[in-house]
């Protein structure tokens, strides 16, 4: 009887052995062949940072889609550079109070001004005789030394010098491990400076974000941005940079009927400190059909920046009353950053 059972034993040891080994097997080759699925069971979604838009637009791709991996690092800012903002404003104005930094705060000279945008963290600077930064910016160079002296910036891209009426204007992104980011308000971009043909600095606008402040949120699964605008009601952020002079002429709200692209970039954006992620975006830039309720249409040169997170995860963004985002894809006559 006894070696009844140690034979059994034997046998149910062996058995055991085998399912173990088994199902080990079986997890090392769905980690190796379907990783992306296991981990992404584990992701927390988030909200998405634009609406779903009231009316359709139909988008017509006129060049090649962009190649992206299959997830990405998606980032969040714990908190923004008020402290920075405070010590500039200082060498203009006498501080003497504390500054509650989730409302607007303004400091005006004779013509100058001074401000700090609490919904989009952005700092905008307008010079007059009284208030001048001390420093001139004559190369790429100086942009780097302006951006750390000022506002302790350690890791910037600048995009691109265009050569002005009133001089030059210097455009670029703040970077972090392997991305580059900014913001739709600059046109993706996290700062914009312009200044005079002698150097002197007119005006800058930028992002009061620095790196110490950004953590690492979580990766997050991509769609192509093909797959993603089929759906002609996709959540999408549209800036007009320029339409036909006649829809001056007669003002009245317009919808994006057609969106033709012609230019398609992968790059990360920071939309507000509602949202507070730094997240991969596609931006598009190209053509667009405006009408308006009588049909009547006109043309416009149109950004269209759209989430590249996979929408599985991606939590819906409730709609405002009075949508802030469709107050602003109606074109303006002016289009830059008025804080």
């Not at 050569?163 to 308000?185: A, K, L, V």
């Not at 009353?321 to 109606?330: A, F, G, M, V």
């Amino acid at each position: 009887m006894r070696n009844i059972n140690i034979v059994i034993n034997r046998k149910l040891l062996i058995v055991i052995v085998i399912l173990v080994l088994l199902l080990g097997i079986l997890i090392l080759i769905k980690t190796r062949k379907g990783g992306d699925s296991i981990s992404f069971g584990r992701i927390k979604k988030i909200q998405s940072p634009y609406e779903i838009q009231r009316d359709e637009t139909v988008v017509e791709f006129k060049t090649k889609g962009v190649d992206i991996p299959t997830k990405r690092a998606v980032f969040k800012v714990e908190e923004y550079n008020t402290k920075d903002f405070l010590r500039f404003v200082e060498s203009y104005f006498p501080i003497e109070q504390k500054y509650d930094f989730s409302e607007a705060q303004s400091f005006y000279s004779q013509r100058g001004i001074i401000t700090y945008n609490p919904d989009e963290a952005l700092l905008y600077f307008l010079a007059d005789s009284e208030l001048r930064v001390d420093m001139t910016i004559r190369d790429k160079d100086d942009i780097t030394i302006f951006l750390s002296q000022y506002f302790d910036i350690q890791k910037l891209k600048l995009e691109e010098v265009d050569t002005t009426d009133y001089g030059h204007e210097y455009r670029g992104r703040y970077q972090i491990e392997d991305i580059e980011y900014g913001s739709p308000t600059l046109g993706g971009d996290a700062f914009v400076v312009k200044t005079d043909r002698d150097g002197t600095i007119l005006e800058f606008t930028l992002l009061l974000i620095k790196n110490e402040n950004i953590t690492l949120f979580q990766n997050m699964p991509l769609s192509k941005v093909e797959e993603l605008l089929s759906d002609t009601k996709y959540p999408k952020l549209l800036k007009h940079r320029d339409v036909e002079n006649r829809y001056y002429t007669e003002p009245s709200s317009f919808n994006l009927e057609e969106y033709f692209v012609k230019d398609i970039e992968f790059t990360y954006q920071f939309n507000n400190v509602s949202n507070g992620y730094i997240l991969p975006t596609y931006i598009l830039k190209g053509e667009g059909r405006l009408v308006n309720e009588k049909g009547e249409k006109v043309w416009s040169q149109t950004d269209m920046y759209v989430c590249a997170i996979n929408p599985s995860y991606l939590t819906e963004k409730p709609r405002e009353l009075e949508s802030e985002d469709e107050y602003h894809d109606q074109p303006f006559p002016n289009p830059d950053f008025t804080p």
